[in-house]
């Protein structure tokens, strides 16, 4: 199915009360796929890789000024203060333990003048023979400070 096709489907399925954020992971994708979406309409891309990520938000800075990047691969601790920084940085959906939370919230404290957007942080919550449940960092938060 196509973009386009995707994007009705949606639109048709989903009560007009909700609102759906459909994110186009583009991992592995050139910046002209990214960027054929792009024009289309598509603004949240998820990229699996820091590495990746970074790269492509950098080429993509001037050609697509409203792009919202979510990281969705593994967080590596040593590379969160590097994640951060990344412009077009919307979200983070992988934050699974209060030490990569801890890590986050020192990064950004650390160097206030390079941080001045917020980041939606996805929390990873664990209970004992369980599923695992992800919550936003807004209803977390109430309950951690």
């Not at 598509?42 to 800075?61: P, S, V």
């Not at 994640?83 to 990064?107: C, H, M, N, P, Y």
Request: hydrophobic residues 45%; glycine residues 4%; contains cysteine.
């Amino acid at each position: 199915m196509s973009y386009l096709g995707v994007k009705e489907s949606l639109k048709v399925a989903t009560p007009k009360e909700h609102e759906i954020l459909l994110i186009a992971v583009s991992k592995m994708q050139s910046i002209e796929a990214i960027k054929s979406v792009y024009a289309l309409g598509q603004r949240d891309f998820g990229e699996n890789y820091i590495q990746e990520l970074k790269e492509k938000a950098t080429a993509l800075k001037e050609a697509c000024p409203e792009i919202n990047w979510h990281f969705i691969g593994a967080l590596q601790s040593n590379k969160i203060a590097q994640l951060i920084r990344i412009e077009g940085l919307k979200a983070i959906q992988t934050v699974d333990s209060l030490s990569k939370f801890d890590k986050i919230w020192k990064a950004i404290h650390d160097h206030p003048e390079s941080f001045n957007k917020s980041i939606d942080l996805f929390l990873q919550v664990f209970k004992e023979n369980s599923y695992k449940v992800i919550f936003t960092h807004s209803f977390l938060l109430l309950f951690l400070y």
